[in-house]
């Protein structure tokens, strides 16, 4: 078998077992595709079934001059994630990327804003026209909510549950989940959806889409991000920041205010906890707080005049 149906396979394998979402079946296609290119400029062009750890060491560090760490880090999980498929379907009984070491990579950890620097993003928002308000709404559902930017632009009318107090998200791996909205943030829906969408025309493949632009088409994750990048220069907010710091920012405010990291995971659609566990390191000073006051041994911490 080709390489050609092979990755025809793998790709529905992606898709069908899988259940990924279209950018990361793209992403790891195209690591693949990166591979073929590599073995057909080789003089004996191995196939997917002959393909040795020597080839793959040898296409990793000719791809390794011109990537950083974390790309060449995301491209062994790629092959590592093809040559599995292919072991799985019996095509192959090793993968030759178990042996292959991933870089060392320093986790980046996020940027997040506390609660009176959202308040102010917001507060800076021009409200004199239709799209002032469009915006305060959803940059306050993505905040509230915890939500992906993909998320929300593609939140729809039919998947607001108002009466019952949530909203469904289609997330990662075309998987839904219920998150719930508070009731501010319900007015705020309410108020836009009946006085600023009500006069929108939407077209025809966007009528049951929320958040919609002048035209009746829906909002681009990039238009999102110029939003905040324009407010923040408004408020003179000095942190780098994106749609993506609104959902950071909520999970570290719930965690630091008692949340357990499981309630955290279901309201931010994580597969793993391993993913919502890096919240857990960006503030660690009320961790802190909290032993010093709940410790087993916090009764005897005695002063000097008890000494």
């Known amino acids: 078998m080709n390489w050609k149906q092979i990755i025809y396979d793998y790709v529905n ?15 790891y296609k195209r690591d693949v595709n990166k591979l073929v290119l590599f073995v057909e400029n080789l003089s004996a062009s ?38 599995d498929f292919l072991v799985f379907e019996d095509y192959r009984k090793d993968n030759p990327t178990d042996l292959i070491e991933s870089p060392n990579i320093t986790r980046k950890l996020p940027e997040t804003l506390e609660k009176e620097e959202v308040d102010a993003l917001i507060a800076a928002i021009d409200l004199s026209h239709p799209q002032g308000e469009r915006n305060k709404t959803i ?54 959806i009946n006085e600023i969408r009500s006069k929108i025309i939407p077209k025809k493949e966007d009528e049951d889409t929320v958040f919609l632009n002048r035209r009746g088409k829906r909002l681009t994750r990039q238009m999102i991000f110029i939003i905040l990048k324009q407010l923040a220069v408004k408020i003179n907010l000095k942190k780098s920041i994106g749609p993506h710091t609104l959902r950071h920012s909520f999970a570290t ?55």
């Not at 002959?50 to 560090?61: A, C, D, G, H, R």
């Not at 729809?156 to 289609?170: K, T």
């Not at 410790?295 to 005897?300: F, K, T």
């Open 13 to 27: 394998f992606l898709k069908i077992e899988r259940g990924l979402s279209k950018n990361s079946i793209e992403s």
């Open 46 to 83: 191995p196939s997917p079934m002959n393909i040795t750890q020597e080839t793959i060491q040898q296409f990793i560090y000719d791809a390794s001059k011109n990537i950083n760490a974390r790309t060449q880090a995301r491209l062994i999980s790629g092959l590592r994630s093809f040559f």
């Open 139 to 192: 940059i306050e559902t993505i905040y509230s909510c915890g939500l992906r930017v993909s998320e929300a632009i593609n939140l729809q009318l039919s998947d607001l549950f108002f009466e019952e107090g949530y909203i469904r998200i289609l997330g990662k791996g075309n998987k839904y989940r219920f998150v719930p909205i508070h009731v501010t943030t319900i007015q705020r829906l309410n108020f836009y």
């Open 253 to 307: 405010y719930l965690l630091k205010h008692g949340a357990d990291l499981r309630v955290i995971q279901q309201l931010l659609g994580h597969e793993s906890i391993t993913t919502t566990e890096i919240y857990v390191h960006l503030d660690t000073s009320f961790l802190k707080e909290v032993v010093e006051l709940h410790h087993p041994r916090s009764d005897l911490n005695l002063n000097k005049d008890e000494k």
